[in-house]
């Protein structure tokens, strides 16, 4: 048995229509990631409750540690070790949120969308894909950078 | 030149119904960014790209509609056109209110 990697996709010439397709539907696209986490890893954190729910939790909105420890009912250090190693595979994306005091909250948003195993012809095969970002969220970052 | 003038009339009333429906796209936008990130800048930019484009979309269409069904008189044009030009000042106002709340909430280097 072998484990391939996640295949990369050739340069593909409909690339601009994609990009005019998404931006007309309100979407915004990633630039190719170069590292997918391996198998072990990344099967080895949706084997917990609690990415689970943190991935679900952060597929609909951006939230702060502190909401997620609410949502899973554990504490927030515990939250921080799952977050941590979620963005270091690339499951999910850290950001700033600015307050009105001056201080600024660390929000979590899900980037997976889809993983996908695929067992055939003698080989086990996986990709990821990532969602794209909100074009709402770009939007208030953008506007809060002007 | 009465048909090439009922087109460039044509053509303009679908320029301005473009522009309203971008602007309230934007406008949308911005009001779901202030849903899921709860950024006080972007009410005020939701609420000032829905006046400057929705409403006075929506007001000199209305009163062009009361002009020409001469539901009120023509001399009101010019009433019309000022309320317009004042919602476009409010919205442009909120606009550069949210642009310097924006700024206002921005850490330094962070």
Redesign the interface.
Known sequence: MTVASPPTDPPSPVAPTRWATDLFL?RMTDGPVADDPDLATLVGLLDDEHVRTILAATSA??LSAATLSDRCGVSTSAIYRRVDRLVDAGLIDER?????D???DT?YVATLERFELVVADGEVDWTIDRTNR????E??RL???? | MVALGAAVDALAGAAATGSALVGLY?GY??Y???????????RY?AAGMIILFGVTYLLAVVGQGLIAFHVVSIDLQGVFRLLVRLLQLAGLGLIAY??HL??G???PG?
């Open positions: 309100g909105e951006p700033t949120r600015p307050r009105s001056g201080h600024h929000v909100d074009v709402a969220d939007l208030t506007w809060g950078k002007f | 934007i936008q911005a779901r960014g202030l849903r899921r990130n709860d950024e006080p800048a972007m930019l949210s642009l924006a700024a909430s921005r850490v962070g």
